[in-house]
């Protein structure tokens, strides 16, 4: 069974950081590329940060350019992104995205909430 699994959400005081995981079982993980999205209250789910197929490559939307990190480790099928100095303006629910050439997967998503 093909599964995406988020974790890592939580409640932050602006400032803070967390970290989002994302468990990938039932394909090959290590054959995919990863993104991160994110969908706030009453907006389009828009995309955050991408990583290429080997982690080699990466690129981010510019508003977390600088205070996000994604990356992922093929040997535990994990995909991540590292958040910091967090902002309200980064409440959403964040989704990841495994794709390639055959397809995509995506998680059930994990609620960041950053606010005071």
């Known amino acids: 069974q093909v599964q995406l699994v988020e974790s890592g959400g939580g409640l932050v005081q602006p400032g803070g950081s967390l970290r989002l995981a994302c468990a990938a079982s039932?394909?090959?993980?290590?054959?995919?590329?990863m993104s991160w999205y994110r969908q706030a209250p009453g907006k389009e789910r828009e995309l955050v940060a991408s990583?290429?197929?080997?982690?080699?490559?990466?690129t981010y939307r510019d508003s977390v350019k600088g205070r996000f990190t994604i990356s992922k480790d093929n040997a535990k099928n994990t995909g991540y992104l590292q958040m910091n100095s967090l902002k309200p303006e980064d409440t959403a629910v964040y989704y990841c995205?495994?794709?390639?050439?055959?397809?995509?997967?995506w998680g059930q998503g994990t609620q960041v909430t950053v606010s005071s």
């Open positions: 990583i290429s197929v080997t982690g080699g490559s990466t």
């Open positions: 995205k495994a794709l390639n050439g055959l397809g995509f997967h």
């Open positions: 039932g394909f090959t993980f290590s054959n995919y590329a």
